[in-house]
């Protein structure tokens, strides 16, 4: 499609751009005439405002929007006339799926909805997933027309993203090619089925098509299934110490932050599949911290909160249990962000118990956060504060439908073919399952989080303060091991290597394949790969993310086993595995425990 062309902005005589003609902000206006409590209650994203900026700059915009309907047109008119020559061929018994004369006029990339052969073998599909590309280059197009700020932009790219994926030909049963032939082979009772299907997440799922059977992936069974027990618990956490499996232990224990939005068991998938099971197999003591899902009564929870009664209070029962000085912490994504604010505030107390810092898919720079900043604005975090005002929390849906809706042809348009047009059950899959079980979030830790780091950048800049301490990266001096993933949508990969500046001491880096869950759930496998390499240089001459991959080594195998040989040499000698709780923390239950199953 064709690009915009600054080169037509009215000019000067001089040639220099005149300012753009000042127009009324039609979305502003608007806004003025709805109430703010319903603003934030049906519109947190500010799409409405999107969809009245795009009308208002496709208008003072026309000659733009103008080349991008011709650039279709063409377009559309090239596929017509390979899709023709496509049939002709077919009739004369050739090859339909290419010709050197027939080059497709959209580039076709990898798309599960799309996967059905009929898509290339017959003409007249082959045609329609063509117009439905141009129709998608087209919204894009339509967006670069409308002339918007960044950040409306992003949006405005978002929304008409969505709006490609509504329109696709896969949503609808004539625009289905493998829900025509299971409709054909199956008597149109497959039509049936998906129609109960349909009506059954109309009813029970927001809606959307289900992506996963849960069935037979329950929680303390074939998720979470690890050996162990709760040896703590406060009104924010449950601490999990897992049974040994060797009969000897490293001397240092590790534990593990999760995230608190969803659940810790993405660290304790299925058997075979679980980090944890795989650490305490190599013969490490692990304990785990498993966050209750807050309601109203937890409104006013802070995000200090969250740091002395999660991590801090962690630390304290495990260097009790264990008797060790050291413990080494791994974090994830937030509970990773959790792990190093504790690091740095015990450094900044002279407080030396942590070993050494392991963060996965970990962001603690917040300049550049990929196409979460879509969700993130000043004033979209003021309406989703006036929402949770009224909840006291954010609701577990409102942080799994933005999820979702950043790659939402992978997590809902994919589903809508096999599970509303072909009648199929979900699949059962540990990731989707882990990935359903939402939960909400304490109104005033998530103000803070989303001002003070999204908005304001405050840790990475130096300038984070948390109850009194100032808290500085560099005076982390503990080894640190960094993994990131190079798909991931929610801790961009460039964004997660900044932390290699931040942080003091020494610093790996591991970029693994994936996206930001299946990355870190990397078992074992002949197809597993990841690259590696330390960081030196800090400051100016430090390396970049695009350097350190050119230089850096790719090696066979998952991350896990890198780490593995990482960790065990900064673990200590080998012991008799500690007892299972101690007697100022006895075991109370077994693991799970009851914040992840919410009995408590």
Known sequence: MAARNDSTAPQHRDGSALPAPRTPDLARAVETIVPDSVLARTDPALFGRTVLQLAQGWATHPGEVGRAASSFATVSARIGAAATGRALRALAGGDTTAAPDDES????????????????????????????????????????????????????????????????????????????KRAFETGGASVVAGLRNLLDDVATNNGRPRQVDKSELRVGKELAATPGKVVYRNRLMELVQFDAQTDEVHEIPLLCSPPWINKYYVMDLAPERSLVEWAVQHGHTVFMISYRDPDASMASTTFEDYLELGDAAALDVVCDITGSDKVNVMGLCLGGLMATLLTARLAARGDERINSLTLLNTMLDYSEVGPVSSFVSPEIVERLERSMAQTGYLPAESMATTFDLLRANDLIFNYIGPNWLEGKAPPAFDILAWNTDSTRMPAAMHAFYLRHFYLDNELSRGVLELDGDLLSLKAIQADTFIVAAENDHIAPWKTSFTSTELIGGDVTFVLSTAGHIAGVVNPPSPKAKHWVGTVGATGPDAPGPDAWRARSSEVKGSWWETWTEWIGERAGGMRTPPPTGSDEYPPIADAPGDYVLGTA
């Open 105 to 180: 006029p959209m580039p076709v990339s990898k798309d599960g909805r799309f996967k059905d052969t009929t898509w290339t073998e017959n003409p007249g599909f082959w045609a329609l997933r063509q117009e439905y590309l141009a129709l998608v280059s087209l919204l894009e197009d339509l967006v670069g027309a409308a002339g918007l700020d960044p950040d409306a932009d992003d949006r405005a790219r978002l929304l008409m993203g969505l709006v490609g994926s509504i329109a696709s030909p896969t949503n609808v049963l004539p625009g289905n090619p493998a829900a025509l």
